[in-house]
């Protein structure tokens, strides 16, 4: 029963035939071949406009890379508090923008608040040059905990950026399951909502290693290779990130692949609002579970091979559990079986 | 007919196989699965010592990082004027160390020649602030231009090494290609012989993103891990580049692919040698073979459907060649086929 | 009546005069003058250890240098929620550093609380690569909003510090200011409480350009001799930076400059304390005064010619004012006279 | 009979004055007090045409962030290989840039070869995204080996730069000796000849500290100010620095002084031309003067008190010079005495 990540998991079937199809034979490097072209192609089509698309190693790259193409000398980037870009990437955004500072925003349950955006934007004035200045936004999509921005959530963080004039990136490392639990197109989440810069994950729902940095304006691609290559992430056999990709992209595999993770998450939250023992810490929307355990469940179910892990509690949070409580983290992923959801269960009722 | 590259091929069998065999099952992320460990192992017992390895995604990263962990404010590393990290990095080594500049050293057929070493060395005197100062050497093993250093080679630019008190990088892209060239043990060609880091590649000969560096100095582990993880080159599965190295490790796989490379390109430069329409422009010595051309004959081969690339002169070099004469690179690898080459040999015979 | 900067005052007059007397004649450059190693032993007898000090040109750079020169891959500094280094350096430490991040702490009146700083450390733990790690601690003395560390505030500071192995770096602006407050030695205020290094700044207090880098482990001085060279801080004719600080060392004038600063805030205290129009916001200890005006009172001293600045009301303050209420800053100098203090007293009376 | 370095001597008195005079009173900081206006227009009377000005502590500041400004990745700027940003500045453009490499050029005489930097240019190609690009072209006017770019070696580099795209750099650190050697306007050594950039310097020429950077195109101001406050070079009294400035760009100090140094090697060259016991190494054009001399009379001089510097020969001079000599590099300044001019003379005749 593994709900430690869904990095735990493998490869799912179609992706890794998809790589040993495209094996043999010869094919141009450094993002030349004409399997390339086609997933190129495909993305445009996905997100129905004209996008650039740049394969990169980790969501790390992505997010980092994404804020090198719109950096400023004394630049400030914008991100939730609990943002991964700001919580788990060891200040690669940083490193890469040679200095850039993120600045983290409050709002509950993983989204920024809009507001207090706006409040954290007016202490850099654009012009006083001590403070440093605005350079981006990030939202996180779905966030870190769990939870997915809706659309009307996403205009008013871009309306804020509108106003301030600020590039507006989306960290989609869980990218597909915010987009089935919003049942929407993948244009209206982002380019329609006003996202300039995509970090676009395939890693967590299927793929090996396949990230990528979708630019909406195709014409930011002739400085974005030079940004790409000079952080060593141009791949030689880029091919085998694109099989990936192909192999993801068609047949809906991605969104197929989201819906199983999504529904595994529903499941076991339902077994948590059941639970005598146990209580969801809020509703989940994609495919992490976040759940509020006493020391005893969460040993008993540790001693049953359940492997999960603990979380920080939120701001403002921890004031709600007893002493000997804590939040901890199930994800589920394509791979996650409804027997394991069930067994999980049935160790909570 | 394709020696456009050892990049253009695939991947080999065996590891196409291995990627799916271990597509299945939960695994650790972030480094930290059986199979990780177990690779790691192997490192060590091919280098017959305990040796730190970190996976990353290109060479250009391995490289890079390298000489970040050797790092100095104001620091200058040498290596060969045509290295891959002064020509065809973009900056990378430059940027990842935030500024630390390569000088090039000429030497004859690709290899560093020691004393032209010393004496630029020497231009940066360790206390001379105004200067910047020493910080490292690179080799490049085999070289961009398919020769090799002897281990008597390597010696005499380890012993400037040492003189200098600097650390030794190896960029081996091609370790596979020059160890079966030199017909020695890995610890013969690495650590033996005064190397104390390594860019250890395995996508040019078989696999298909499988790239390492290695420190010979484990007690370096601590730091490069930090290093590693800002440079956002940690991947989430890293078992699928893992599961690439156990194939390629295994059961002298990767002696196998190289010896066959090399052997194809031996073939290749017998065609050229005998040939009165062509000329070997130097012996080849693991599996790059360049060759001095005519116009109307390079441009008869591509007619004929030969895929292969020109080549800068290098110093000196253009002297000797007719007006319309050009070098052109015939690369070989796992994948070239002896018909291929025999094709080839008849085009110029 | 200018209070609004000790930067706005230009320089003591024995400053000048030892600037002139040095203009004539050759000295060497880059620091190897006479008067440099006169300088250099001077602070070693101001500080009673060997020190090491390299001159800079704003204390921005050495804020910056000294980050630097404890500069870790993926390292976070922690300093006060409203230093300098993070309020008004424009991303200059990060820049520097490569990417370093500046972690805010909480604490009232402008002291770090070490209780918050040890939970800020714990948050990234020296080991978990994903989140960064621990590399320095900041204070700064005077503080932003002229309090002034007690010696014990900086032993519990240094206590945290040891106890996490981090080295402890001193923003020492107005140094002493900070120094006549606590009436102690500058051995005492520094090294004695487990200083590494310190920002030593000479311009608000009667210099036109004197900051420097010291550091209190001379072993250090080889690699700060490159990091500071790299950063275009070497002065050629460094004997005018020299001349300043020979000055402002000898027969106490820092000192004397600094005290005056001091009575003069005092003086202004007192009478912000006696006004029925404006009220201190908190005790001033060194030479800058908090007051809490409403709009009517500063629109008024605008009037009457008063030169100051708005500030940020700290965390935690606004709520105890009024809505038309805001915290305005007063900074005295060497340049302030009794005849301006009195003044503006009666303006408020 | 000091010609070690025009960093050796002091300020002019005129300039020592002008510190005294600004030195009372109350002046705003960080650039905007009157007296920096007035300087701001000054140099824009100089050059005939509005320019936006920046005062940095070091002509290495100067030249790291002129580059810093027309930064792209990957990019790769081409200055004379003798040129002081790449041979004495420890590799702060390199740093300040993030990475940007510099790109020796030959050249006779300290002077860029324009067909070399044409050849140069063409192994970066700009879209070839593995080799990095051209972003700059920098010359050092007068050169680190005392001699000047005529208008028409301007305009050859210039029409180079112009067909590239790359914006020019020039590096001024004695910029008033190269213009009053070619007795022409400062616009028409400038921008009229396609300078971008240019490294204003003062320093060796008389004041003490007052390095500046100036923009031809006001427009990249806006940016600038970020990219100066990001790199610690926004002083807070920077009427220190404007207050030299107006004094050497007043009544035609800055010219006259440049005229007296470069009259003062003239005349040295005079005595070289004469003497039996040493010769010019090539013809001066400012103030430097680079004689070879054999061991027997360097040493000699040194015994007379005569302080002067080894210097590297240039490519391809070594080869005329006799075993025993080596070339040396007297420098004068605007304290240079007559006197010790003839002294010197008496000592080769």
């Known amino acids: 029963m593994i709900f430690a990540s869904d990095n735990w ?53 992505a997010n980092s890379l994404s804020l090198v193409s719109v950096n400023k000398p004394g630049g400030v980037a914008f991100c939730h508090r609990e943002a991964h870009m700001t919580e788990d990437e060891a200040g690669a955004p940083e490193y890469f923008t040679g200095g850039a500072r993120l600045c ?19 202490r850099y004035p ?67 909502r006003g996202i300039d810069l995509l970090s676009f994950g395939g890693t967590k729902n299927g793929c090996w290693c396949a990230e990528a940095v979708v630019l909406f304006d195709p014409g930011m691609a002739r400085e974005f290779a030079f940004i790409h290559k000079r952080a060593a992430q141009l791949f030689s ?52 579970v976040f759940a509020i ?12 091979g359940v492997v999960f892990h603990p979380w920080h509690a939120p701001r403002g949070f921890a004031e709600a559990m007893a002493p000997d409580e804590a939040v901890f983290r199930f994800v589920t992923s394509f791979a996650t079986t409804q027997e394991d959801v069930e067994s999980l269960g049935a160790l909570i009722a």
């Open 237 to 288: 056999k880029s091919r085998f990130v694109a099989a990936q990709f192909d192999a993801y992209l068609a047949n809906g595999l991605w969104l197929q692949t989201a819906r199983h993770s999504n529904a595994m998450a529903a499941r076991l939250a339902g077994h948590l609002r059941r639970s005598p023992r146990a209580r969801l810490a809020w509703e989940p929307q994609a495919n992490e």
């Open 126 to 192: 654009a012009e006083f040059v001590h403070s440093g200045r605005p350079m981006a936004i990030s939202v996180t999509q779905a966030t870190e905990i769990g939870t997915v921005y809706g659309l009307d959530d996403l205009d008013a963080v871009a309306d804020v950026a509108r106003r301030h004039g600020l590039p507006l990136h989306m960290d989609g490392a869980r990218f597909a399951n915010a987009l089935v639990a919003l049942n929407c197109s993948a244009a209206d989440m982002t380019w329609r």
């Open 293 to 304: 355990l006493g020391a005893d469940v969460s040993a008993s179910l540790q001693r049953e």
């Open 9 to 61: 998991a493998g490869a799912h079937p179609a992706i890794a035939a998809a790589l040993s199809e495209h094996a043999g034979g010869y094919a141009r490097a450094y993002g030349n071949s004409d399997l390339d072209r086609k997933v190129d192609d495909r993305f445009s089509e996905i997100f129905e406009r004209e996008v650039s698309v740049f394969f990169v190693s980790t969501g790390t790259a």
């Open 104 to 122: 983290p925003v409050d709002g509950p349950l993983g989204r920024i608040d809009p507001a207090n955006l706006d409040t954290a934007i007016a």
